[in-house]
């Protein structure tokens, strides 16, 4: 009840942050969405909020290229970040990202979790372990979410569940609870609104 609340009130875009100093204040609740270039972080808070063109989703990896901060009600902020793993851009570009990214997952205090996305289709890569064990340093608390839920058949989706089931046990600042999610279908939306409107 508290969740459908909170994500049938005010969402709106506040600003996209291309540097440390952009931040906006961090006196809110902050979830964040992190994962591989093109997983599905926008079209999952689209379908969160239930607001279709709110975050830019496309089908061209590298689509977010800041931290775009959304307000959620009056005390939490979603924050959508930019895709990591994504080779097809100026070196120079993806290494500015990166740099931001960590930056912003090492140094948030308002941080109360890190959604990180994972393709149902693909399971846990390598890229993702490097954001796991800096998510494990900076002690916050992550938690996997596995998106695509449609483009996976029922059969096929205990073997991926147990691949990150697995690889998350072997890391401290992991949440244990998977949420297996389709932005397209509507799976795992009301579960994800319950886990951020809990966060207190
Ligand atoms: P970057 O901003 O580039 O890092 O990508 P992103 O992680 O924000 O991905 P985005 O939401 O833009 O989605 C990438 C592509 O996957 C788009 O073509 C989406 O339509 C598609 N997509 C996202 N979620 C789902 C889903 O649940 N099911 C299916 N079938 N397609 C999805
Ligand atoms: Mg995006």
Same mark, same amino acid.
């Given at each position: 009840?508290?969740?459908?609340?909170?994500f049938a009130?005010?969402v709106?875009f506040l600003?996209?942050?291309?540097?440390?100093d952009?931040?906006?204040p961090?006196?809110r609740i902050?979830v964040?969405?992190?994962?591989?270039s +093109? #997983?599905? $972080?926008?079209?999952?808070?689209? !379908?969160? &909020?239930?607001r279709?063109g709110?975050?830019r989703?496309?089908?061209?990896p590298?689509? &977010?290229?800041?931290?775009?901060?959304?307000t959620?009600g009056?005390?939490?902020?979603?924050v959508d970040?930019?895709?990591y /793993?994504f080779?097809n851009a100026?070196? +120079?570009?993806?290494?500015?990202?990166?740099a931001?990214l960590k930056?912003y997952?090492?140094?948030r205090?308002?941080?109360?979790?890190?959604?990180?996305l994972i393709d149902?289709r693909?399971?846990?890569?390598?890229?993702? @372990?490097?954001i796991? &064990?800096?998510?494990?340093?900076?002690?916050?608390?992550?938690?996997?979410v596995?998106t695509?839920?449609?483009k996976?058949?029922? $059969?096929?989706?205990a073997k991926v569940? @147990?691949q #990150?089931?697995t690889?998350l046990? $072997?890391h401290?600042?992991a949440y244990?609870e998977?949420?297996? &999610?389709s932005?397209? $279908? /509507?799976d795992?939306i009301?579960?994800?609104? !319950?886990?951020?409107?809990?966060?207190?």
């Amino acid at each position: 009840e508290a969740a459908r609340k909170l994500f049938a009130g005010e969402v709106d875009f506040l600003k996209g942050v291309v540097a440390m100093d952009g931040l906006p204040p961090d006196n809110r609740i902050e979830v964040c969405f992190a994962g591989r270039s +093109n #997983v599905g $972080k926008s079209s999952l808070i689209n !379908a969160l &909020t239930g607001r279709k063109g709110l975050a830019r989703a496309s089908n061209t990896p590298g689509r &977010t290229q800041e931290i775009n901060f959304f307000t959620l009600g009056a005390e939490r902020y979603l924050v959508d970040l930019p895709g990591y /793993g994504f080779a097809n851009a100026p070196v +120079n570009v993806v290494q500015a990202w990166q740099a931001l990214l960590k930056a912003y997952l090492a140094g948030r205090v308002s941080l109360r979790r890190a959604f990180v996305l994972i393709d149902a289709r693909h399971g846990i890569k390598a890229v993702d @372990e490097e954001i796991l &064990t800096l998510l494990d340093r900076s002690a916050v608390t992550f938690q996997a979410v596995l998106t695509k839920a449609d483009k996976v058949k029922e $059969k096929d989706r205990a073997k991926v569940l @147990e691949q #990150v089931r697995t690889r998350l046990a $072997k890391h401290p600042a992991a949440y244990p609870e998977i949420v297996l &999610t389709s932005s397209e $279908k /509507g799976d795992g939306i009301a579960t994800l609104r !319950a886990i951020i409107a809990g966060l207190g």
